[in-house]
C-alpha cells in the first residue's frame, strides 16, 4: 500500500525543513510513502528546499493559484503516481506528523473514505477566545449542512482513500476545507475524524487572516456548495415557504371575504397569488435543478472512469 504526503506551499522556505524532517518515514501496514510538494507560485526556494531534503515530486504552479487549487492539483498528481491513500498536511508545521499514522488507520482498516485530523481547539494557545468560540459554532454548522458530524471542520490536516480522491472535485477558489466535507458526504463516503496534536506557531495563517473575512466566505461557500449537491432540498425548502406564506396570506383574506371585510384587504389577495406564484415557479426551480444534479453525477462518473483508465 502506497502513501503519499501531498504539502501545499507558498514561500514556504523556512518552516518546509521542520515539516519535512517530521515526516514519518515508516508506518505499519504502509509499503511506501513518498512527499508530493505542491508549490503554488512561490518567489522564494521553496522548490530548492524540497529538492535538498529528497523531496523527488514537486509540482511548480506558474503562479499563485491559491491553497483550493493546489490542493486539487496535489490530488490528481498523487492518483497518478497510484496513491492508495493521501495525506495533506500544511508546510508551517502545524500539524503533528506523529499523528499521520492514526489519520489513515481508519483508511487502512476500511472504516473511512476520508478522515479528518480534529485539533484540540480549546487548548491551542496562539487562538484567541473568538477564534476558538467561532471554530466550534462554525464546525457544528457545517455538520448540519453536511448532514454529518464534523468536530473540526477547518482542518487542513487530513487523509483520502483513492477512491475518495477520485470522487473530489473541487470548485472554490479560496479553501477546500468545507466543500470536500459537504462532497464526501453527498457522494456517499464515509468521513471518521481522529483526535490530533498541533504544533506550536511557526508563522500567522496566510488563509484566515481576518476570521470575519474567512466566516463570510465560508458561508457562501456551504450556501453554494449546498446548492450544487443539494439542490432539489434547497429551492423545495424556499418553495414551501413562498407557498406556505401564500396559503396563510390568502386564507386571511378570505377570513375577511366571507365576514363581508374583502373588498378592503384586496391589497391581502393580490399578496397571496405573488407568494404563491413565485412558490410554483421556485418548485419547478427545483425539479429542474434535480435534473441538472443528475446529469452532473452521470459526468462524474464517467470522470472517475477515465481516471481509472489512465
Given at each position: 500500500?502506497?502513501?503519499?504526503?501531498?504539502?501545499?506551499?507558498?514561500?514556504?522556505?523556512?518552516?518546509?525543513?521542520?515539516?519535512?524532517?517530521?515526516?514519518?518515514?515508516?508506518?505499519?501496514?504502509?509499503?511506501?510513502?513518498?512527499?508530493?510538494?505542491?508549490?503554488?507560485?512561490?518567489?522564494?526556494?521553496?522548490?530548492?528546499?524540497?529538492?535538498?531534503?529528497?523531496?523527488?515530486?514537486?509540482?511548480?504552479?506558474?503562479?499563485?493559484?491559491?491553497?483550493?487549487?493546489?490542493?486539487?492539483?496535489?490530488?490528481?498528481?498523487?492518483?497518478?503516481?497510484?496513491?492508495?491513500?493521501?495525506?495533506?498536511?500544511?508546510?508551517?508545521?502545524?500539524?503533528?506528523?506523529?499523528?499521520?499514522?492514526?489519520?489513515?488507520?481508519?483508511?487502512?482498516?476500511?472504516?473511512?473514505?476520508?478522515?479528518?485530523?480534529?485539533?484540540?481547539?480549546?487548548?491551542?494557545?496562539?487562538?484567541?477566545?473568538?477564534?476558538?468560540?467561532?471554530?466550534?459554532?462554525?464546525?457544528?454548522?457545517?455538520?448540519?449542512v453536511a448532514g454529518v458530524k464534523i468536530n473540526?471542520?477547518?482542518?487542513?490536516?487530513?487523509?483520502?482513500?483513492?477512491?475518495?480522491?477520485?470522487?473530489?472535485?473541487?470548485?472554490?477558489?479560496?479553501?477546500?476545507?468545507?466543500?470536500?466535507?459537504?462532497?464526501?458526504?453527498?457522494?456517499?463516503?464515509?468521513?471518521?475524524?481522529?483526535?490530533?496534536?498541533?504544533?506550536?506557531?511557526?508563522?500567522?495563517?496566510?488563509?484566515?487572516?481576518?476570521?470575519?473575512?474567512?466566516?463570510?466566505?465560508?458561508?457562501?461557500?456551504?450556501?453554494?456548495?449546498?446548492?450544487?449537491?443539494?439542490?432539489?432540498?434547497?429551492?423545495?425548502?424556499?418553495?414551501?415557504?413562498?407557498?406556505?406564506?401564500?396559503?396563510?396570506?390568502?386564507?386571511r383574506f378570505l377570513c375577511f371575504y366571507f365576514?363581508?371585510?374583502?373588498?378592503?384587504?384586496?391589497?391581502?389577495?393580490?399578496?397571496?397569488?405573488?407568494?404563491?406564484?413565485?412558490?410554483?415557479?421556485?418548485?419547478?426551480?427545483?425539479i429542474l435543478s434535480d435534473l441538472f444534479a443528475?446529469?452532473?453525477?452521470?459526468?462524474?462518473?464517467?470522470?472517475?472512469?477515465?481516471?481509472?483508465?489512465?
Amino acid at each position: 500500500m502506497k502513501l503519499i504526503i501531498q504539502i501545499p506551499c507558498l514561500n514556504e522556505e523556512k518552516t518546509l525543513p521542520i515539516t519535512l524532517a517530521a515526516l514519518p518515514k515508516s508506518i505499519e501496514g504502509i509499503d511506501e510513502i513518498e512527499v508530493l510538494i505542491i508549490d503554488d507560485g512561490s518567489t522564494d526556494k521553496t522548490v530548492e528546499t524540497a529538492k535538498m531534503f529528497g523531496v523527488k515530486h514537486i509540482v511548480s504552479l506558474n503562479r499563485n493559484y491559491g491553497l483550493a487549487k493546489a490542493f486539487s492539483v496535489g490530488l490528481s498528481n498523487a492518483i497518478a503516481l497510484n496513491a492508495d491513500i493521501i495525506v495533506n498536511t500544511d508546510a508551517d508545521n502545524q500539524y503533528c506528523s506523529d499523528d499521520i499514522e492514526n489519520l489513515i488507520r481508519p483508511i487502512i482498516n476500511g472504516n473511512a473514505d476520508m478522515v479528518i485530523g480534529e485539533r484540540p481547539i480549546s487548548n491551542i494557545q496562539h487562538f484567541s477566545p473568538s477564534k476558538k468560540i467561532l471554530q466550534k459554532l462554525g464546525s457544528k454548522v457545517m455538520s448540519l449542512v453536511a448532514g454529518v458530524k464534523i468536530n473540526d471542520a477547518p482542518s487542513g490536516f487530513r487523509a483520502f482513500s483513492k477512491n475518495a480522491a477520485m470522487k473530489i472535485n473541487i470548485f472554490d477558489n479560496y479553501t477546500y476545507t468545507l466543500e470536500t466535507i459537504i462532497q464526501a458526504n453527498a457522494k456517499g463516503l464515509v468521513i471518521a475524524n481522529v483526535p490530533i496534536r498541533v504544533n506550536k506557531e511557526e508563522r500567522k495563517s496566510r488563509l484566515i487572516s481576518n476570521i470575519f473575512v474567512y466566516i463570510i466566505r465560508s458561508i457562501f461557500t456551504m450556501i453554494r456548495m449546498f446548492i450544487v449537491y443539494r439542490p432539489f432540498r434547497f429551492f423545495a425548502i424556499i418553495a414551501s415557504l413562498f407557498l406556505i406564506s401564500g396559503i396563510i396570506t390568502g386564507a386571511r383574506f378570505l377570513c375577511f371575504y366571507f365576514n363581508g371585510n374583502g373588498s378592503g384587504h384586496i391589497q391581502s389577495l393580490i399578496l397571496s397569488s405573488i407568494l404563491i406564484l413565485t412558490g410554483v415557479q421556485t418548485a419547478i426551480i427545483a425539479i429542474l435543478s434535480d435534473l441538472f444534479a443528475i446529469n452532473r453525477k452521470i459526468l462524474e462518473d464517467i470522470q472517475i472512469r477515465l481516471k481509472t483508465n489512465n
